[in-house]
């Protein structure tokens, strides 16, 4: 089972791969994090969407917003590994190619992350360090995480 990456924009996307994204999306963060809030969100249509697929499947997601659409920094967000997925490594191969995307489309910038307090150490293994205290985004512990700019 191999992993085939695909960065689109909101407007590239066609219905179908847009229902699959949001469908995994909802029930990754609202049904399994038991997570009331606003899933599709004004970032959407500004952001660059990366698909894992696996044999023509949906396996992770996530989401890079330019810098000033979020942060100053461009970020990485909505990072997502699908229940049936899971233990492939593949969250870590997604996150990989989404700081690899974000440094070369947005150079000497560094990258900041809102992550949930329980992934601290898996963020830190990409280089990021916490830069805030843990604070509460929709019923689930947070930290603010910085990863400086790479200089070539």
């Known amino acids: 089972m191999s992993l085939r990456f695909s ?3 909101l407007d590239e996307l066609n219905t179908h791969d847009f229902y699959n ?4 999306r909802e029930a990754v ?3 399994e994090q038991r997570c009331a809030y606003q899933e599709i969100d004004e970032l959407d ?3 660059w969407h990366l698909s894992a697929t696996v044999d023509g499947q949906l396996a992770a997601y996530i989401r890079v917003v330019g810098p000033g659409d979020k942060f ?3 970020s990485i967000g909505r990072v997502m590994t699908l229940k049936a997925f899971r233990g492939h490594q593949y969250g870590r191969a997604l996150m990989g190619e989404a700081v690899r995307f974000t440094e070369q489309t947005y150079p000497g910038l560094g990258i900041k992350i809102g992550a949930q307090v329980y992934l601290n150490v898996f963020y830190e293994s990409f280089g ?3 830069i805030s205290e843990p604070y509460d985004e929709d019923g689930i512990p947070h930290i603010d995480m910085v990863k ?4 070539a």
Do not use: N, Q
């Open 7 to 9: 960065w689109s924009r």
């Open 21 to 24: 994204i949001v469908k995994a």
């Open 29 to 31: 963060f609202v049904v």
């Open 45 to 47: 249509p500004l952001a």
């Open 72 to 74: 100053a920094e461009p």
């Open 128 to 130: 990021f360090k916490r």
């Open 148 to 151: 400086p700019a790479s200089h």
